[in-house]
């Protein structure tokens, strides 16, 4: 039988594969690769912070003040944008800084607005404006009906300044203590309630018997 002489078929057309550069390639294309997940990372971090820090904001409540609104641990977004394209309103829960020490941040309730007066007696709360000169009496309808608002006094708000209250009248320190807090004191309304689950969703303003002021 006639032996055959077979030749060894060169790969890639003849070319012979050169394994340093093949290695080399690769690992400019690692590289490269590491590059884009790196910048990816980055920006998505610049933007998740630019987000919580100038938009968003998580908010764990403390203490009782707001209950039966909100409940001590639960886990709120603070919304921050908002309050830079229009004023807070009346009956918005806000997050606000303490105005006797601003490293504190404390959540009520918006009950009179800037150049209001507010006339707390016999347990209820009455608002005083260009509207209503002679008076009218807020109907809080996110409170207990059997819950009064503690206290005798009168206080004027200055152009820049909001009554707060807390839901939980009895139990709550707040203007009436402190006193009005002025605008830039306020960091943002409660717009989320991530937790607990049970209580989750978007919180939203009570319809007042007193309508927004033009």
Same mark, same amino acid.
């Given at each position: 039988m006639e032996e055959q002489n077979i030749q060894p078929k060169e790969e890639n057309n003849g070319k012979k594969f050169d394994v340093k550069k093949g290695a080399k390639r690769f690992l400019i294309s690692s590289g490269l690769f590491l590059l884009e997940m790196v910048k990816i990372a980055v920006l998505a971090g610049v933007t998740i912070g630019l987000i919580r820090y100038f938009l968003f904001?998580?908010?764990?409540?403390?203490?009782?003040?707001?209950?039966?609104?909100?409940?001590?641990? /639960?886990?709120? +977004? +603070?919304?921050? =944008?908002?309050?830079? =394209?229009r004023e807070p309103a009346r009956g918005e829960v806000v997050v606000f800084r303490y105005p006797e020490n601003p490293k504190e941040y404390f959540l009520k309730r918006i009950i009179g607005l800037p150049d209001e007066t507010i006339k707390i007696s016999g347990g209820r709360v009455t608002i005083f404006n260009a509207e209503h000169p002679e008076g009218i009496v807020l109907d809080e309808i996110y409170?207990?009906?059997? =819950?009064?608002?503690?206290? /005798?006094?009168?206080?004027?708000?200055?152009?820049?300044?909001?009554?707060?209250?807390?839901?939980?009248?009895?139990?709550?320190?707040?203007?009436?203590?402190f006193g009005s807090v002025d605008r830039s004191l306020i960091v943002g309304r409660a717009w989320l309630r991530g937790w607990p689950v049970s209580r989750a969703g978007v919180i939203t303003a009570p319809s007042l018997n007193i309508p927004p002021t033009e």
């Open positions: 904001k998580p908010f764990y409540v403390k203490g009782a003040s707001m209950e039966p609104t909100f409940y001590e641990k /639960e886990y709120l +977004i +603070i919304d921050e =944008l908002s309050y830079r =394209l409170l207990p009906d059997d =819950l009064a608002t503690e206290g /005798e006094r009168v206080i004027k708000n200055s152009d820049t300044e909001y009554f707060l209250m807390g839901d939980n009248r009895p139990n709550s320190y707040d203007s009436r203590r």
